[in-house]
Nanobody, 119 residues
Framework: QVQLVESGGGLVQPGGSLRLSCVAT????????MGWYRQAPGKQRELVAA???????NYADSVKGRFTISRDNAKNTVYLQMNSLKPEDTAVFYC?????????????WGQGTQVTVSS
């Protein structure tokens, strides 16, 4: 059974930092592209950052220079370091594991963790 379990969310003041973690079980973690998405109230879910199995990263323009995604394959964990947080970063953050093969696409989601940026 595949499980993605996020942690590290919470309430932080503008300008503050948080580090999200996502532990994956039930998959060959090292071959998956891992991503962080977020969904704010009344908005669509959007990609925040992703990291491929080879370590290539990409970021949404809105978080470039502030957020950093990384992975530890030995711990089956992906991280999102978030600095200089803004109120508009408030959202539920979801961990995603994705793998495309010749036969099918594998796509798994965590349950989400709330991040609230407010003074």
């Amino acid at each position: 059974q595949v499980q993605l379990v996020e942690s590290g969310g919470g309430l932080v003041q503008p300008g503050g930092s948080l580090r999200l973690s996502c532990v994956a079980t039930g998959i060959r973690f090292r071959i998956y592209t891992m991503g962080w998405y977020r969904q704010a109230p009344g908005k669509q879910r959007e990609l925040v950052a992703a990291i491929t199995s080879g370590g290539v990263t990409n970021y949404a323009d809105s978080v470039k220079g502030r957020f950093t995604i990384s992975r530890d394959n030995a711990k089956n964990t992906v991280y999102l370091q978030m600095n200089s947080l803004k109120p508009e970063d408030t959202a539920v953050f979801y961990c995603n594991a994705k793998l495309d093969t010749n036969f099918r696409q594998y796509d798994y989601w965590g349950q989400g963790t709330q991040v609230t940026v407010s003074s």
